[in-house]
Each structure stands twice: as structure tokens, then as C-alpha cells.
T-cell receptor
Framework: EAGVVQSPRYKIIEKKQPVAFWCNPI?????LYWYLQNLGQGPELLIR????????DSQLPKDRFSAERLKGVDSTLKIQPAELGDSAVYLC??????????FGPGTRLTVL | EDQVTQSPEALRLQEGESSSLNCSYT??????LFWYRQDPGKGPEFLFT???AGEEKEKERLKATLTKKESFLHITAPKPEDSATYLC??????????FGKGTLLTVNP
């Protein structure tokens, strides 16, 4: 069974530029999560989807971050404009309802 | 607010030297305590879920236990391939996962 797929794996951009991350969850998983992980820290939730609905986006900086999950499958996380402090690993995870979450490999973002 | 504290931050063992990692937590309405393993450059890999005090789960050389305030991940006779960061997380009544900072385990041959 294929795991959670994320792309790109690495991204380097200049500050103030836009960037987008894509996630394809495990087939059949209705719940999808985006996390941010800084070096030496555990993942922190940005947004949680149940099917197409964002049910918890309280930690998402809405002035520059946006996310969507069309048709309840794939999801895209966007940052516009990116700031130096956004450099981190962005992880996508999925689960069947609220069972254990399975993580993708992450996208490492570097903002110069 | 849910909180998770893991100790030690880093642990270095010799191959075959058993030890334990600690995860202390405060949570409103525990809906599960989770252990994950994370290798460098990869996403966390699910290991165990524990739901109630007294519960134990085992997988190969790993055994996770749970009390009302903490969880332990016991590693018996570790091998170099067990080297990784081990993350603990709790899920509270809002179904949100709160992670600790992790314990970096190094097992020397």
C-alpha cells in the first residue's frame, strides 16, 4: 500500500516569493493534516481536514498561509509571501477518522 | 493546554544496553498516547497507541507502557538500527495531537 506522498521534497526560495506544497494521502483516509516541524522540535499542527472541510485551522497564520483540499483527496498548502522564519519542514499526514496518523516524508523549505 | 515533556533529550547507548525513554504529559481528556520513530530526513513512523493506564504494547525490542501521568518506551538489547528520534504525542478531547520535542537515541556498535 502506498504511503503519504508529498512534493516537492526540497524547496529553496527568496523571501517574499510564493511557494506551494502538495500532498496525496493514503487511499481511503478521510482525515488529512498539515504540520510544521522546526529543527529539534516535534511537529505542530497547522490545519486538519475531515474530507473537504477544514475543521481545525486555529494554528494556521491566515495572513500568509492558505490550504485547500479539493474533492476530499489531495491537498495543497500555500505560503504567500514567504518570510525567513518560514524555513522548516512541512509534513502532511493522513488517518482513517481519528485513528493513528501516517506521515509523509515532508518538504524541507529554505527561505533566503 | 495539552503538554508533553520528553526526557532525556538525548541518550547514547552501547549495543545490547537496555534503557527507557520517558514521556510526561498533561492532557484534557486523553484520547490516546502515541509513540513515533523519526529518522533523519524522514517523516515520523507510527509505533504504538496506548489508551488507558496499565496498557502495554510491544514490537520487537520496544515496549511501551502508560500510567495516568507518563509513558515509558523501554528498549531491550538495542541495535544500531534502533538509532533515531523517538517522539511522544497525546491526543486530547479536541482530537488534536500535541507532540513532545523527542529523544534522540544513538546506539553504538
Amino acid at each position: 500500500e502506498a504511503g503519504v506522498v508529498q512534493s516537492p521534497r526540497y524547496k529553496i526560495i527568496e523571501k517574499k516569493q510564493p511557494v506551494a506544497f502538495w500532498c496525496n494521502p493514503i487511499s481511503g483516509h478521510n482525515t488529512l493534516y498539515w504540520y510544521l516541524q522546526n529543527l529539534g522540535q516535534g511537529p505542530e499542527l497547522l490545519i486538519r481536514y475531515e474530507n473537504e472541510e477544514a475543521v481545525d485551522d486555529s494554528q494556521l497564520p491566515k495572513d500568509r498561509f492558505s490550504a485547500e483540499r479539493l474533492k476530499g483527496v489531495d491537498s495543497t498548502l500555500k505560503i504567500q509571501p514567504a518570510e525567513l522564519g518560514d524555513s522548516a519542514v512541512y509534513l502532511c499526514a493522513s488517518s482513517l477518522a481519528y485513528n493513528e496518523q501516517f506521515f509523509g516524508p515532508g518538504t524541507r523549505l529554505t527561505v533566503l | 493546554e495539552d503538554q508533553v515533556t520528553q526526557s532525556p533529550e538525548a541518550l547514547r547507548l552501547q549495543e545490547g544496553e537496555s534503557s527507557s525513554l520517558n514521556c510526561s504529559y498533561t492532557v484534557s481528556g486523553l484520547r490516546g498516547l502515541f509513540w513515533y520513530r523519526q529518522d533523519p530526513g524522514k517523516g515520523p513512523e507510527f509505533l504504538f497507541t496506548l489508551y488507558s493506564a496499565g496498557e502495554e504494547k510491544e514490537k520487537e525490542r520496544l515496549k511501551a507502557t502508560l500510567t495516568k501521568k507518563e509513558s515509558f518506551l523501554h528498549i531491550t538489547a538495542p541495535k544500531p538500527e534502533d538509532s533515531a528520534t523517538y517522539l511522544c504525542a497525546v491526543r486530547g478531547s479536541n482530537y488534536k495531537l500535541t507532540f513532545g520535542k523527542g529523544t534522540l537515541l544513538t546506539v553504538n556498535p
